[in-house]
């Protein structure tokens, strides 16, 4: 259906309980709903929010949209968890019922002060004209779990020289000192990111721009995050607006950083390398960062994009977020792994091994539409080899490796019902390597891959018939050993 933007700003609070129920009913029957991600109880999710850890608990909100599968007015949508595994839906946590955020309650980052968890984040608002002005705001959570805002925003304007494309702050401190990014457009059109400075989180002063290597890049960085590990320091943010490169930049969107020398707070500098796709997938942006009470720094990620339709759309719900990942420095580059906690997760276990020649191979037990899975392959002289799975029929998704390319290879051509065939079935990516890990997170409509213990991860929406469940070992032009192991997740 098309939506009206009276429909898409409708609030929650004003529809009656039939329409609502009616709604719920729609998305309870849809044969996609995943088991062990975070998922909207209906309408659109998007960025995750407030990662933080307080009083506790582990606290994580989202982008949401009640009332359908657009991207409408939104509010901070709360859930919560001890474990980081199992998730309790805590509610609305930011409703948009302000002057300041009349349009909208966008993303931003969460900070623990004074005993309290201090929740930043921009309100949209839009004129008689529908032109948007940013407000950069607070709301303060307390160890009951009541929320309040501010009355007054704590950036009330665009600092000169930039667009209303002005959001998404994310907070950190540093000795006693508070710092935030804000993700930016130039009045040229090219996107940046800026640098605030606080003594007390509510009084800001604007710093200036972050001085990066990158020059033009993009028409906007959306979701910047800045975070320092093993003695580097890191900005991650969601450019938007670059051209494909190779296997590079095919989504609509893109998401990665950079890493290098730790952030310059007086200067606004950054020396670093070269920015770095976070997933070769086809579902992944706006990722978020924040270190646990054990000093581990993880991230969640939007596993969606921007305008991408969805077949989940007609069921009146879309998209859901990552897994958690834990993050490392390895050779210049970010390392994901998938947090230790998710092993609560595993039931029965299943193991097979052997040898592949020119063959595809199915194995008694070896199937499922909800599960994890590691398999290992090396002793190769296969031109191609890997594992079909969500398979059955006509339908499969291919995750395999290249030994001629040397490159890792998703396909989700087969996958069932198509998304976003604009922008290819196909990504890839460069991995030198003689043997091979890939780790599987396999849900009802999702793959999340980490491919050799997280030096890349592909991050995919798959939407197949509920009775897809195969999962095939396979070789081409020669042969190759593996071992795989799978524990069902229901």
């Known amino acids: 259906m098309g939506w009206t933007k009276e429909q898409r700003y409708r609030r929650v609070e004003d529809v009656n309980q039939v329409e609502l129920q009616n709604l719920q009913t729609r998305v309870n029957e849809c044969t996609w709903r995943q088991t062990f991600h975070i998922q909207p109880l209906s309408g659109l999710l998007n960025d995750p929010n407030g990662f933080s850890f307080y009083h506790g608990e582990y606290h994580l909100f989202y982008q949401w949209f009640p009332l359908g599968p657009v991207h409408g007015l939104k509010y ?21 019922d302000d002057y300041y955020d009349s349009h909208g309650a966008y993303s931003g980052s969460a900070i623990e002060y004074e005993g309290k968890l201090y929740l930043f984040y ?14 950069q705001c607070i709301a303060i959570m307390e160890k009951t779990g ?12 665009v600092p000169e020289g930039y667009t209303n494309h002005f959001r998404d702050p994310k907070v950190w401190r540093e000795n006693d000192t508070f710092y935030a990014v804000i993700g930016a457009q130039r009045k040229d059109k090219t996107g940046c990111v800026v640098l605030y400075r606080s003594s007390n989180l509510v009084n800001w002063t604007f710093e200036g721009e972050l001085q990066t290597d ?21 900005l991650m943010f969601s450019p938007q607006g670059l051209e494909p490169k190779g296997d590079l930049y095919h989504n609509i969107y893109q998401s990665g950083y950079v890493i290098g020398s730790k952030l310059d707070t007086i200067t606004h500098s950054l020396s670093h390398g070269s920015f770095q796709e976070l997933d070769r997938g086809f579902d992944f942006y706006a990722p978020q960062t924040m270190v646990n009470p054990d000093g581990r720094r993880i991230l969640v990620g939007w596993m969606g994009l921007p305008e991408i339709d969805l077949p989940t759309d007609k069921n009146g719900w879309a998209h859901c977020l990552t897994l958690p990942r834990e993050l490392s420095v390895r050779n210049g580059k970010l390392i994901q792994r998938p947090v230790q906690e998710l092993q609560a997760l595993r039931r029965q276990e299943t193991e097979v091994k052997g040898v592949l020649k020119n063959t595809k191979n199915m194995y008694e037990e070896f199937k499922g539409v909800s599960y994890e899975m590691v398999c290992e392959f090396e002793n190769n002289d296969a031109v191609v080899f890997g594992i079909e799975f969500r398979a059955g029929d006509d339908e499969k998704t291919v ?14 051509s087969s996958s069932g019902e198509t998304v976003g065939e604009a922008y290819g079935t196909i990504r890839k990516c460069f991995v030198n390597t003689k043997k091979i890990k890939f780790h599987l997170f396999v849900d009802t409509s999702s793959v999340e891959i980490f491919i050799n213990d997280g030096e890349e991860v592909f991050t995919s929406r798959i939407f197949p018939r509920e009775n897809r469940n195969e999962i095939r070992f396979f070789a081409l032009s020669g042969s190759t050993t593996f071992q795989a192991k799978k524990w069902s997740y229901v």
């Open 122 to 135: 921009t309100g949209n608002t839009r004129d008689e004209n529908w032109q948007r002005h940013p407000y």
């Open 399 to 412: 995750i395999k490796y290249d030994t001629v390319e040397k490159k890792v290879i998703l396909d989700r």
């Open 214 to 234: 990158l020059g033009t890049f993009g028409y906007m960085w959306e979701c910047p995050d800045y975070f320092e590990l093993q003695n580097y320091g890191v």
């Open 76 to 96: 901070w949508y709360h859930t919560k968890s001890k474990d980081l595994v199992s998730w309790e839906n805590a509610g609305i946590g930011i409703a948009p």
């Open 146 to 157: 009541q929320i309040e805002k501010l009355t007054h925003p704590f950036i009330r304007d």
